[in-house]
């Protein structure tokens, strides 16, 4: 063969070896972009959840924030509640006076307006998540078994939490 056709030769196979070169090139660098793109959109959704989790985070946080400071207020509602019992019964000599009164209103109002329920627990069948039994007594009649008879202590709840449960008598 003459030197030209050798050279063509020999120039066709550089030139297929650096298409097949450059071909693995790009190959590896589509793989290291759809990676870099991969780790983008996992990062991207990461901190996406991040965001929704810190934003969930703080408004639990704002709902009870004040919990603290309304746990420190039910000592001073039992009292208003045990003053209101106690005037109301019939051989009492003591009064609730009507400013009293108003003042015991407007706290249980301006706590529930927070949030705050106080449980239902009489006549209520018991329930541990909800009741802590302090004692037990004989049930009256058999309907009336496994059922709340007195409320020694009322529960609390703060934007449906348990921040108190209530103390009760069940019937066994």
């Known amino acids: 063969m003459s030197e030209q ?7 066709k196979s550089k030139t297929k070896d650096k298409d097949e070169a450059m071909q693995k090139e790009m190959e590896s660098l589509r793989a290291e972009l759809e990676e870099s793109k991969d780790k983008y959109l996992r990062l991207f959704a990461e901190f996406d959840n991040f965001k929704k989790r810190n934003v969930k985070e703080r408004f639990e946080l704002l709902k009870t924030a004040a ?20 005037a109301e019964s019939g051989n009492s000599t003591e009064i609730f006076s009507e400013g009293v009164k108003l003042v015991y209103h407007k706290l249980y109002h301006t706590l529930e307006q927070k949030g705050l329920k106080a449980m239902d627990t009489d006549g209520v069948t018991f329930d541990p ?19 709340i008879i007195d409320t020694i202590e009322k529960g ?9 449960h209530a103390k009760v008598v069940v019937a066994k």
Do not use: C
């Open 5 to 11: 056709t050798v050279e063509k030769k020999q120039k």
């Open 67 to 86: 919990q603290d400071t309304i746990l420190a207020l039910l000592p001073v509602l039992d009292d208003f509640d045990r003053a209101k019992k106690s």
């Open 129 to 147: 998540e909800f009741h802590e039994a302090i004692t037990d007594i004989p049930a009256p009649n058999e309907e009336m078994k496994g059922k």
């Open 156 to 164: 609390y709840v703060l934007n449906d939490k348990i921040i108190r």
